[in-house]
């Protein structure tokens, strides 16, 4: 410990304990609570953020919580339809899927951002396993289409998921261990029968989905801005926090890839997880400090009740 005589050194180091101390009350807190991670591909833009993202899982793993991550990958699914020649187009935030489209979706979702998540994650223990929304019947899935200026649009492959088997991940969980889930899913029939067909889920609404499975105490959706703007891309509007009426309120007004975004956080939300954050991706660290620190960072949803818990 620097002595008192040497002031910036010594406050530095209260800076340092001050941070430490600022966490214990949420940590406390947080011990054994389950957090749903949505991890965006526009997040995951260089391999030093991707490290620092599975540091933080980490950290979380070791300080008691029970993190969960379910991870998308547009940017890289956008990269490898290109070079196979498959059209593909955003209508509503959501990609119109062909089936072609979803056999190159699910080769690069869990086959190739799922395994380098993993191999991220364990590089200092063995802690992840990954999942896709296909193994140990995760996700059961319908195809949904959405509606753009007043019409119905067909996406294709696109599914909404109805149904999670919350059990595979718990017990995983009780090992120890972090799920990383890819947003692919099995399609059922309305007897609930599986059609043999695989649908393209965005990630946003799977890990909604497994957020509510799970009653997570944090859905956390890490993406490429700030978080929330009352009037994007006016970069003064950023929204610290809001109620779920007062989203909904904004839902028809917003656009592109927050649409499905502030979808699933209401999602999660109503269906029962306590909070949800948007916060930027591209800086490091920011799900340590959203979690463990007093103000927070990005944009957090709360209920229309209990705001202040
Ligand atoms: N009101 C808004 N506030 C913040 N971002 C917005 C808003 N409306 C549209 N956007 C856009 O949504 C994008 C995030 O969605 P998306 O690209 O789907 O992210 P991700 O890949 O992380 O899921 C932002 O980069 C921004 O361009
Ligand atoms: C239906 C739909 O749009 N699926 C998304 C799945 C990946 C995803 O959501 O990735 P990000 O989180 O990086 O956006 C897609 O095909 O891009």
Not at 23 to 33: C, D
Not at 236 to 255: C, H, K, V
Request: hydrophobic share 45%.
């Amino acid at each position: 410990m620097p002595h008192p005589s040497d002031p910036t050194r010594y406050e530095t180091a209260q800076l340092k304990a001050g941070v430490l101390m600022e966490a214990l009350p949420w940590i406390q807190r947080y011990a054994g609570a389950v957090m749903v991670f949505k991890y965006g591909g526009n997040a995951m833009v260089s391999e030093p953020l991707r490290e620092a993202f599975a540091q933080d899982m980490v950290f979380l793993r070791h300080v008691g919580v029970r993190p969960v991550v379910v991870h998308g990958g547009g940017p890289q699914i956008n990269r490898m339809l290109e070079r196979l020649g498959i059209a593909s187009e955003f209508r509503g935030g959501l990609r119109v899927t062909s089936r072609e489209a979803v056999d190159a979706i699910r080769m690069v979702l869990t086959g190739q951002v799922q395994r380098e998540l993993v191999s991220l994650l364990n590089a200092t223990g063995p802690y992840a396993v990954g999942l896709s929304g296909e193994d140990a019947e995760l996700f059961r899935a319908v195809r949904r289409g959405t509606v753009v200026d007043g019409a119905e649009v067909d996406l294709g492959h696109v599914g909404e998921v109805v149904g999670v088997n919350a059990e595979p991940i718990t017990q995983l969980l009780d090992a120890g261990r972090i799920p990383v889930i890819s947003s692919v899913a099995p399609e059922v029939d309305v007897a609930g029968r599986p059609t043999g067909e695989i649908l393209n889920v965005n990630a946003d609404t799977a890990a909604a989905a497994v957020a509510v499975a799970l009653r997570a105490e944090k859905f956390v959706a890490l993406t490429d801005v700030e978080g929330l703007y009352a009037n994007w891309p006016d970069r003064d509007s950023l929204i610290s926090s809001l109620s779920t009426s007062e989203l909904r309120a904004m839902l028809p007004g917003l656009q592109a890839g927050m649409i499905p975004k502030m979808e699933a956080a209401l999602r999660a939300v109503e269906g029962g997880a306590r909070r949800a954050s948007i916060v930027d991706g591209r800086s490091p660290h920011t799900c340590l400090l959203e979690i463990f620190t007093d103000t927070g960072i990005g944009t957090q949803l709360v209920p229309d009740h209990g705001a202040s818990s």
